[in-house]
C-alpha cells in the first residue's frame, strides 16, 4: 500500500498527506484517552499500530489448542505450568491432604499424551512424571474417587524411576547450592558487561553461544513455561540483512559477526491475559544470556526492536517465523575490538530507582 501510494502520488502529497494524519491523531488522541472504551476505538478505527501484535497473539492462542491437541512438539505448556502449578501444592505450609483436584486429571492426560509422542524432550517428561509420582505419594487418594481412579491409571501407564523422583521434585532450600561470590565480587563482575558495539571480525564458537544460551535458560519464567527461543545468525550475508533491520544499529551493522533474535512464541498461551508474559520471560532470559557471554570471551550490544510493521515483516521473512512468534529483541556478539569505544552510560542511583511504600 505504502509503495503504491509512492508511486501515483508525488513526494510533496504523501509529506502534506502525512502532516495531515499526525494533526489528526494529535487533536483525536485527549479525546479518545479519556475512557478505556474511546482508547479502544481509537486504536480500532484510526490507528492500527497494534495490529500486527494483535494478530500474532490472536494466532498464538488458536496455535496454543492445535499444539495441545497434538502434543507433537518437544514442550507442551499446559503440561509445564500444571506441573509447575502441582509443585508449588507440594512445597505448601502446611502441606494440604488434597489439592489440584480441578486440573489434575487434564495434567495426567497431557503427561501420558507426551509419553506417547515421539519427538517430546525427555527431561520434560522426567520432570512431569517424578512431579505426579510424589503428588500421589503425598495427597490423601482415598478422599477422592477420581484421585483413586486416576492413581491407578498412572501406576499401570508411568514411566518413573526413583532417581527421577529424587532429581526432578521439590527440595529444601538448605541444598540449594551456596554463592561463593560475595556482593563485592558480583558487583565487580557486573561491570564486565557493557554494551559493546565493535567487534573483531572472527567467527563467534556456536559452542559458545549455547553455553550461553544454557545459563539463560536458568532464568526464571511465569509458570515455568519460557516461551522463548534464541535465533542466532552468523552466516553471511544473513548476518548483515538482519542486523541492518534494527534502526539502532545504524553505523555499526555491517561490524556485527553474530546477531541473535531473541524471539518470544505466543502458542505456549491459551488466554490473551498472558499476552505479556513472552516480552517479560524473553527479556529475563536476555540478560542471562548477555551476562554469561563475558565469561566466555564474548560481548554484546542488545539492539531495539520497536513496533515497525514494515521491519517486523521482513525479519519474520527472514528468520521464518510463524505468525505467532514474535522478535523481541536483537542481541549483537562477538568478541570485543580492544580499541573499540563503550559509551559511559551513567547509571541512576539506587535512591532514583527505589520507593520503599509503607
Ligand atoms: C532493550 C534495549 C534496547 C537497546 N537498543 C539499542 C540500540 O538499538 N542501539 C544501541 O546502540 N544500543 C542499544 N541498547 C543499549 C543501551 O544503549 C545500553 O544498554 C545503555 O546505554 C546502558 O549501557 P550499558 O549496556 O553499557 O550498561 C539497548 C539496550 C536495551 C536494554
Given at each position: 500500500m505504502r509503495q503504491l501510494l509512492k508511486k501515483i502520488f508525488p513526494s510533496i502529497v504523501i509529506v502534506k498527506l502525512k502532516q495531515f494524519q499526525l494533526y489528526f491523531h494529535h487533536i483525536l488522541a485527549p479525546l479518545f484517552s479519556t475512557s478505556p472504551f474511546l482508547a479502544r476505538l481509537y486504536f480500532a478505527c484510526f490507528n492500527k499500530s497494534y495490529q500486527r501484535e494483535q494478530f500474532a497473539n490472536l494466532s498464538g492462542m488458536v496455535a496454543y489448542k492445535k499444539r495441545i491437541v497434538d502434543n507433537a512438539q518437544p514442550s507442551n505448556p499446559l503440561l509445564r505450568r500444571n506441573i509447575h502449578r502441582i509443585e508449588k501444592g507440594l512445597i505448601m505450609q502446611p502441606l494440604k491432604p488434597v489439592f489440584a483436584l480441578d486440573y489434575i486429571e487434564q495434567t495426567q492426560e497431557a503427561y501420558f499424551s507426551s509419553l506417547n509422542s515421539e519427538n517430546h524432550q525427555h527431561e520434560e517428561l522426567l520432570w512431569a512424571g517424578a512431579v505426579l509420582a510424589k503428588y500421589y505419594n503425598v495427597v490423601n487418594v482415598e478422599q477422592s474417587e477420581l484421585l483413586t481412579k486416576l492413581v491407578k491409571e498412572f501406576e499401570a501407564n508411568s514411566r518413573v524411576t526413583a532417581d527421577a523422583t529424587h532429581k526432578f521434585t521439590p527440595y529444601k532450600n538448605s541444598e540449594l547450592l551456596r554463592s561463593a561470590l560475595s556482593y563485592q565480587e558480583f558487583y565487580d563482575f557486573i561491570q564486565v558487561r557493557r554494551s559493546t558495539r565493535w567487534f573483531k571480525q572472527s567467527n563467534v564458537c556456536r559452542q559458545k553461544i549455547k553455553n550461553a544460551i544454557e545459563l539463560a535458560s536458568q532464568a526464571p519464567s511465569a509458570c515455568n513455561r519460557q516461551p522463548y527461543q534464541f535465533y542466532v545468525v552468523d552466516k553471511k550475508p544473513l548476518v548483515s540483512k538482519v542486523s541492518k533491520l534494527a534502526i539502532g544499529s545504524s553505523g555499526f551493522a555491517d561490524n556485527i559477526p553474530t546477531i541473535v533474535a531473541v524471539v518470544g512464541d505466543y502458542s505456549f498461551y491459551e488466554h490473551e491475559r498472558d499476552r505479556h508474559v513472552i516480552y517479560i520471560d524473553a527479556s529475563l532470559a536476555a540478560m542471562q544470556f548477555m551476562q554469561a557471554l563475558p565469561t566466555l570471551g564474548l560481548s554484546s550490544c542488545p539492539l531495539n526492536w520497536p513496533e515497525l510493521a514494515v521491519q517486523d515483516k521482513k525479519i519474520s521473512k527472514l528468520l521464518k517465523?510463524?505468525?505467532?512468534?514474535?522478535?523481541i529483541m536483537l542481541i549483537a556478539v562477538g568478541e570485543a575490538e580492544e580499541e573499540g569505544g563503550i559509551p559511559f552510560s551513567q547509571k541512576k542511583t539506587s535512591e532514583q530507582l527505589t520507593q520503599f511504600v509503607e
Open positions: 517465523l510463524a505468525d505467532y512468534k514474535r522478535v
